[in-house]
């Protein structure tokens, strides 16, 4: 075979290797957060990059309609956050050279 056909096809094979190491890291991470450790209102799950479950206790609907909408987002932004701290520490584990390029 020819040379540059060689490096270009060892080029794609790591390329894949780096794509399936962040696609199971995609899969690994999960985010969670919850507006208290011990008697939460609302909590979040994010998985896969997504909204996975959000919970809320009855008591937390008794609240104004602005601080439900201001708990709620910081909420979702919070477990989004944790989400993506999760998915760059199985990057690194993985051995992606730079998880901070994703």
Do not use: P
């Amino acid at each position: 075979m020819h040379h540059n056909l060689l490096e270009i096809l060892a080029s794609v094979d790591e390329i894949e290797a780096v794509d399936a190491m962040r696609r199971e890291a995609f899969d690994m991470a999960v985010g969670v957060f919850t507006n208290d450790a011990v008697d939460a209102e609302v909590g979040v799950l994010v998985w896969r990059g997504k909204v996975a479950q959000i919970q809320i206790a009855d008591r937390f609907c008794q609240r104004d309609l602005a601080t439900v909408d201001a708990m709620l987002n910081v909420a979702i932004i919070q477990a989004y956050e944790a989400w993506y701290r999760d998915y760059l520490t199985h990057l690194n584990r993985n051995g992606t050279a730079d998880a901070r390029q994703v």
